[in-house]
C-alpha cells in the first residue's frame, strides 16, 4: 500500500537550517506530483511547496518562498524539503504527499527555537 516515512526533522536555531527526507513506496513514483505540507499547533495543515512530475516545475507558499526547496529522486523514491533562514514560525509537523492518495505519514517535528 502507499506509504510515506518522513525524517529529518529537530530542533534548529532561528536561521538554521534542516535538510527534511520521505520515503515512499506503493505507487508509481516517477509520474508523480509531490508535495510537503505542515500542520503548527493549534492551526489547520497547510501546503508548503510542490514539485511535478518531470521535476522542472516547483511551487511554494508564499511563506516560505526563497527558503525552502523541493527536491525528488525517482531512483531512491524519495522526497527532500531544504530548509533554510528557519524562522519560529517554521515551527510544525511537516509531512509529504504524493498525487492525490489520501495517506499520510507520522510526519516529523521541526521546531525553531533560540
Known amino acids: 500500500q502507499v506509504q510515506f516515512v518522513e525524517s529529518g526533522g529537530g530542533l534548529v536555531q532561528p536561521g538554521g537550517s534542516l535538510r527534511l527526507s520521505c520515503t515512499t513506496s506503493?505507487?508509481?513514483?516517477?509520474?508523480?506530483?509531490l508535495k510537503w505540507y505542515r500542520q503548527a499547533p493549534g492551526n489547520e495543515r497547510e501546503f508548503v511547496a510542490r514539485m511535478d512530475s518531470t521535476g522542472r516545475r516547483t511551487d511554494y507558499a508564499d511563506s516560505v518562498k526563497g527558503r525552502f526547496r523541493i527536491s525528488r529522486d525517482n531512483i531512491k523514491k524519495m522526497i527532500y524539503l531544504q530548509m533554510n533562514s528557519l524562522k519560529p514560525e517554521d515551527t510544525a509537523v511537516y509531512y509529504c504527499k504524493a498525487g492525490d492518495y489520501a495517506t499520510w505519514g507520522q510526519g516529523t517535528q521541526v521546531t525553531v527555537d533560540s
Open positions: 506503493g505507487f508509481v513514483f516517477g509520474g508523480a506530483v
